[in-house]
Nanobody, 121 residues
């Protein structure tokens, strides 16, 4: 059974960068689209970015366009989220999810442990 594990979060100053990883185990990520989502304290989950199984199609929330870049390495069974020029409002727990298509809709019933990103001076 496919399982995902998020990593790479941490504390960073405004303007800084982080690269999150979503590593798969138990099965290959081939033919799975992957989405990154986040949940800030007191808020609902929101879609951040997604990538199709081939990597040819991506999508981003307006709030992160031009700052975040999603990519995947199917040989390493991993999807990445490069986050640059981070802002305090990016502070949240970040999660990845599989899907059949690239989607930013956070309709999932369960969420993994995620990785905490804190942007603060």
């Amino acid at each position: 059974q496919l399982q995902l594990a998020e990593s790479g979060g941490g504390l960073v100053q405004p303007g800084g960068s982080l690269r999150l990883s979503c590593a798969a185990s138990g099965a290959t990520l081939d033919f799975h689209a992957i989405g990154w989502f986040r949940q800030a304290p007191g808020k609902e989950h929101e879609g951040v970015s997604c990538i199709s199984w081939s990597g040819e199609s991506t999508d981003y929330a307006d709030s992160v366009k031009g700052r975040f870049t999603i990519s995947r390495d199917n040989r390493k069974n991993t999807v990445y989220l490069q986050m640059n020029n981070l802002k305090p409002e990016d502070t949240a727990v970040y999660y990845c999810q599989t899907d059949t298509v690239c989607s930013l809709v956070p309709f999932y019933d369960s969420w993994g442990q995620g990785t905490q990103v804190t942007v603060s001076s």
